[in-house]
C-alpha cells in the first residue's frame, strides 16, 4: 500500500478518534467506524512512512559479543528471496541498544538464560529426570541445534520449534506437564537452548518430511495483505523496510535473535508472540501461537534469514 495524500487528507478530516457518543444512530456509528479505520491507516502512512527522515539505511556496524564472539548480521540472501543481502534487525536500532547486545552483562536477556539452565538441571515430573539427566552439559549436546528449527516432526506430520520440542520431551522423556505457551519457564528453557548456538548461522532443512509445503503455505501468508489496513508482513518488511514507523525504525522481520528481550515490554518476547504483535495491528483476528498458520511463518521466515547469526537472547526497542 503506498502511502498517498489520499490518505492524508481524509485523516485530517477526520475527527473521529477515540469513543463513539451514546444516542448516535447505527447508519452514524458505521461511518465513524469507517473513519476510525482510516485514522489508523494515517497513523501508520502520515505519522509514520511518510515522515520518515533521510538516512534511514541500517547502520554499518560490527556486532561482536562480549569482543569475542563475531557475530553474522549481513549476508548474501538465500536463492530466491527479494534482497540481495539478509540483515539482522541489530542493524537497525539504535547505539544505545546495538551495544546492550554487544556486552552480555548489560543484556538484561541474560537472566533468563540462567534460569533457563537452572530449568535445565531441576527434576521434574513421575520419571525423575531433568533435560541434563539424558542430554547432559548443554554447551555440547544443544550447540547448533537452536539453529536448525523448525524441523520436521515425523510423528506430529509437522514442523515442530524448540518450544514444541521442549514439550515433547517433558510429557514422553519426563512425564511433565507441558508448559502453557510463554510461560516464562517456557521462554527461558528456549531462551537457554538458543543462545547454546550464538553465533551459529540459521539454516533449516527444507528436504525433511513436507517441509517444502509448508515453506510453501508460510510464503502465501507472507505475501498475503489482510485485515483493516490490507497489509501483508511484506508491505512492512519488505516494501517499507529502512522505513519509519512512529519511532520504529523498519527491519527485514529476521527471527535470528528470538527469544528476545524487548526494552519497550522489559521483558523476553518469544516469536509467536511477536507474530501475533505484527498481525495484531493490521486485523483485529490473529492465529494462535503453534497453530499451523503461524508455524508456516516461522518456517518461511527462518528460511528468509539463513546464514545470520543467531543471536539470542537479541535485545530490541
Ligand atoms: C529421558 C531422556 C530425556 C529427557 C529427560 C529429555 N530429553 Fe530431550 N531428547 C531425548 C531424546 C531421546 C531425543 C531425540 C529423539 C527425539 O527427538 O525425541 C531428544 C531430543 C531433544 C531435542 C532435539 C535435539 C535436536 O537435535 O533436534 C531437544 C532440543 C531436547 N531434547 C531438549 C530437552 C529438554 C529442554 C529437556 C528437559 C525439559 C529434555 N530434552 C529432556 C531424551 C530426553
Ligand atoms: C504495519 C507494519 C508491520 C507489518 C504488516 C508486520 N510487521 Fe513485523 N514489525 C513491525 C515493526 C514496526 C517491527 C519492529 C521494528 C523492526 O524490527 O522491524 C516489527 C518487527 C518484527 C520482527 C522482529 C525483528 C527483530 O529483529 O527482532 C519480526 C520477526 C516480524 N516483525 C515479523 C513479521 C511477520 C512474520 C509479519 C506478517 C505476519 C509482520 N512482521 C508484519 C511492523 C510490521
Not at 477526520?14 to 444516542?23: D, F, L, T
Not at 540462567?114 to 554447551?139: F, I, M, Q, T, Y
Given at each position: 500500500m503506498a502511502p498517498s495524500t489520499r490518505t492524508r487528507r481524509r485523516s485530517r478530516?477526520?475527527?473521529?478518534?477515540?469513543?463513539?457518543?451514546?444516542?448516535?444512530?447505527?447508519?452514524?456509528t458505521k461511518v465513524l467506524k469507517t473513519k476510525l479505520i482510516w485514522a489508523a491507516v494515517a497513523a501508520i502512512t502520515a505519522a509514520g512512512w511518510l515522515a520518515a527522515p533521510a538516512g534511514a539505511e541500517p547502520v554499518n556496524d560490527d556486532l561482536v559479543i562480549d569482543g569475542e564472539i563475531h557475530m553474522t548480521t549481513r549476508t548474501k540472501a538465500a536463492e530466491g528471496m527479494p534482497f540481495d543481502e539478509v540483515l539482522s534487525g541489530w542493524l537497525f536500532r539504535t547505539d544505545e541498544t546495538r551495544m546492550l547486545e554487544a556486552d552480555s552483562f548489560q543484556n538484561p536477556g541474560m537472566l533468563y538464560v540462567?534460569?533457563?539452565?537452572?530449568?535445565?538441571?531441576?527434576?521434574?515430573?513421575?520419571?525423575?529426570?531433568?533435560?541434563?539427566?539424558?542430554?547432559?552439559?548443554?554447551?555440547?549436546?544443544?550447540?547448533?541445534?537452536?539453529?536448525?528449527?523448525?524441523?520436521?516432526d515425523?510423528?506430529?506430520?509437522?514442523?515442530?520449534?524448540?518450544?514444541?520440542?521442549?514439550?515433547?520431551?517433558?510429557?514422553?522423556?519426563?512425564?511433565?506437564?507441558?508448559?502453557?505457551?510463554?510461560?516464562?519457564?517456557?521462554?527461558?528453557?528456549?531462551?537457554?537452548?538458543?543462545?547454546?548456538?550464538?553465533?551459529?548461522?540459521?539454516?533449516?532443512?527444507?528436504?525433511?518430511?513436507?517441509?517444502?509445503?509448508?515453506?510453501?503455505?508460510?510464503k502465501d501468508l507472507y505475501y498475503k495483505r489482510t485485515g483493516q489496513l490490507n497489509l501483508a508482513c511484506a508491505s512492512c518488511h519488505e516494501q517499507y523496510n529502512g522505513k519509519y514507523i512512529r519511532a520504529d525504525h523498519l527491519s527485514q522481520g529476521n527471527v535470528n535473535g528470538f527469544p528476545t528481550y524487548r526494552l519497550k515490554q522489559a521483558n523476553m518476547v518469544s516469536l509467536h508472540n511477536r507474530f501475533r504483535g505484527c498481525i495484531r495491528d493490521t486485523r483485529a483476528e490473529f492465529p494462535a501461537a503453534f497453530s499451523d498458520e503461524l508455524m508456516a511463518l516461522e518456517v518461511y521466515v527462518t528460511w528468509r534469514g539463513t546464514g545470520l547469526s543467531v543471536e539470542t537472547p537479541a535485545v530490541r526497542q
Open positions: 478530516s477526520s475527527k473521529a478518534r477515540g469513543h463513539i457518543a451514546p444516542g448516535t444512530t447505527q447508519e452514524e540462567e534460569r533457563g539452565e537452572e530449568l535445565w538441571n531441576k527434576v521434574e515430573g513421575e520419571a525423575g529426570k531433568s533435560c541434563a539427566s539424558c542430554h547432559g552439559d548443554a554447551s555440547k549436546s544443544m550447540k547448533g541445534v537452536g539453529a536448525s528449527y523448525p524441523k520436521w515425523a510423528e506430529a506430520g509437522r514442523p515442530i520449534n524448540v518450544e514444541l520440542q521442549i514439550n515433547n520431551c517433558r510429557e514422553k522423556n519426563m512425564k511433565a506437564e507441558p508448559y502453557k505457551f510463554d510461560a516464562a519457564e517456557q521462554k527461558a528453557l528456549t531462551t537457554f537452548i538458543k543462545h547454546q548456538s550464538l553465533g551459529d548461522p540459521l539454516g533449516i532443512d527444507l528436504a525433511a518430511g513436507d517441509m517444502q509445503g509448508w515453506w510453501e503455505k508460510g
